[in-house]
């Protein structure tokens, strides 16, 4: 009986799946042949806000431009909107269970210059070049993804609010804070910085580079590891996670 049940509940699932998607919607056409396509920005823009499982090709340069490239059929449902100087790009696609994952969804966009990203989705963060904002902000809310950078800046906050994105970061910082509430690992040993300051409250690993200072504050499950020479300081140290001079 109870396995009749279950196969009932399938059934009413997969039949309210198939409902959601109209007959001429992308459940039915699949992704379609790979295209590109520009969306209207302006150089106003330094905050982006990302949802779903789109990734972002960051490219540094003078002039903005915002380029989507993927399936024709599911790019009219990934919205690009403007509101000040925020940027966010989602996506209404509702029948990803159709969608060819050999064919992602990759916004590619030139800024000359970015403040904040903030990830509530599962793409990638990535670029072919290095970075040269002068202050930089992450944060992540329940994102999944991996962000892949290299960085030169004045000061640069990674924050990870809740969720497994990993976090890897090459180049040179003044002042860097990292904060973890998450699950996700930090590899920021290659991330040369002057000043850090560390909040670890989650349970993935992070590893930084302190050249001259290194403040610590503690309560994580998951391991600290510091690069570099610094001073030192904890300010609070509970959890099992353990600080580790390499």
């Avoid at 279950?6 to 198939?18: N, P, Q």
């Avoid at 007959?23 to 806000?49: H, M, P, Q, W």
């Avoid at 409250?201 to 403040?215: H, P, Q």
């Avoid at 994580?220 to 959890?239: C, F, K």
Wanted: hydrophobic share 35%.
């Amino acid at each position: 009986m109870k396995q009749r049940i279950m196969y009932i509940g399938v059934i009413a699932i997969t039949a309210l799946s198939w409902s959601s998607c109209g007959k001429d919607s992308a459940c039915f056409k699949g992704s379609g042949n790979e295209i590109t396509e520009l969306r209207s920005i302006t150089a106003e823009v330094t905050e982006i806000v990302i949802e779903d499982k789109i990734d972002l090709f960051i490219i540094p340069g003078a002039e903005a431009q915002l380029k989507l490239e993927g399936g024709e059929n599911l790019l009219p449902y990934i919205h690009t909107d403007v509101s000040g100087n925020e940027l966010k790009i989602t996506s209404d696609n509702k029948c990803g269970f159709f969608r060819d994952y050999n064919m992602p969804l990759t916004a590619y966009l030139t800024l000359p210059d970015i403040k904040k990203i903030t990830s509530k989705g599962q793409g990638k963060i990535f670029s072919s070049r290095t970075l040269t904002y002068p202050d930089l902000q992450f944060e992540f809310f329940n994102a999944t993804g991996n962000v892949i950078l290299d960085v030169q800046a004045n000061a640069v906050s990674v924050v990870q609010h809740t969720g497994p994105t990993d976090v890897q970061l090459t180049g040179t910082v003044s002042s860097l804070y990292v904060y973890s509430g998450g699950n996700g690992w930090f590899d920021l040993s290659r991330f040369e910085a002057s000043f850090v300051h560390v909040n670890h409250a989650g349970t993935g690993n992070i590893s930084v580079r302190a050249d001259s200072t290194l403040l610590v504050e503690m309560s994580s499950l998951g391991n600290l590891d510091y690069y570099g020479d610094p001073v030192v300081t904890v300010s609070s140290h509970t959890g099992s996670g353990k600080l580790t001079g390499k």
